[in-house]
């Protein structure tokens, strides 16, 4: 308990929120470096997989291979590629290594997404003639949109998690709130550090679900399909249109 206490007495004082080594400064690099590796990975997987789940061919070997890439140590690609000449050029080498990190449950998501969406109602769509890019777009999309989804929020929580590791690299983010901690053993400051990481992961997936909730393609759909089927029917409606049977007849 004692450290639990030390920890929140490090986490609300002031001075420790503020100035270049400040928790607000470090969270800014820690969410940008987060949001900028996302991106990147969601330009690179996103349309591979789309495509590939579209036309049902290679994407198996490009799951595969994408999965293999997870027995790769994040931090022995960070080491390597701080060495090499692109160390010299600033964050790329973290940035590279967490874009590398997120692109297995990116491509893996949306490529299963793809090709799990109902045969049916995509041979059905091809039948009354839509195009290729119309049946990815309208049909083939909506209906993979939950898996894709999964897989952003699985790469930007492991992303937020290992970006830690810039720190180690000379980077930026709430890392260095930890590895400043070690090095003066300042255990408070370790577990403030940890905790912040942990909240900020639980903040990005809180805001992913609901921005999912909020542009699913289905959902509107979904309402109306839903509403139609819990409107009562009028008992005063004629199965016949308006012809009203005559008494006494």
Request: charge should be positive.
């Amino acid at each position: 308990m004692g450290t639990i206490t030390d920890a929140w007495t490090w986490l609300t004082t002031g001075a420790n929120w503020a100035g270049e080594n400040g928790v607000w400064h470090r969270l800014g690099e820690h969410v940008w470096f987060t949001v900028a590796c996302l991106a990147i990975a969601c330009l690179i997987a996103l349309p591979v997989a789309l495509y590939l789940g579209h036309i049902g061919k290679g994407g198996a070997l490009a799951v595969n291979i994408s999965n293999a890439g997870r027995a790769v140590p994040t931090f022995a690609v960070l080491v390597l590629l701080t060495l090499s000449p692109l160390g010299k050029h600033g964050n790329w080498p973290t940035v590279i290594a967490l874009v590398l990190f997120a692109l297995p449950p990116l491509l893996t998501n949306a490529y299963v997404g793809m090709r799990e969406a109902d045969r049916d109602v995509v041979e059905a769509a091809r039948g009354m003639g839509m195009s290729g890019f119309q049946l990815l777009r309208r049909v083939e999309l909506p209906l993979a949109f939950p898996l894709i989804m999964t897989g952003v929020r699985s790469a930007s929580v492991q992303v937020v998690a290992t970006a830690t590791l810039a720190a180690l690299a000379g980077g930026g983010g709430l890392g260095r709130i930890i590895t400043a901690g070690f090095n003066t053993q300042d255990t408070p400051q370790v577990v403030g550090g940890a905790v912040l990481v942990a909240a900020l992961a639980l903040v990005v997936e809180g805001v992913l679900v609901v921005a999912e909730r909020l542009i699913d393609p289905m959902r509107g759909r979904s309402r109306k399909a839903r509403a139609s089927r819990s409107t009562p029917p009028d008992p005063q409606a004629s199965p016949r249109g308006n012809v009203v049977p005559l008494k006494g007849v």
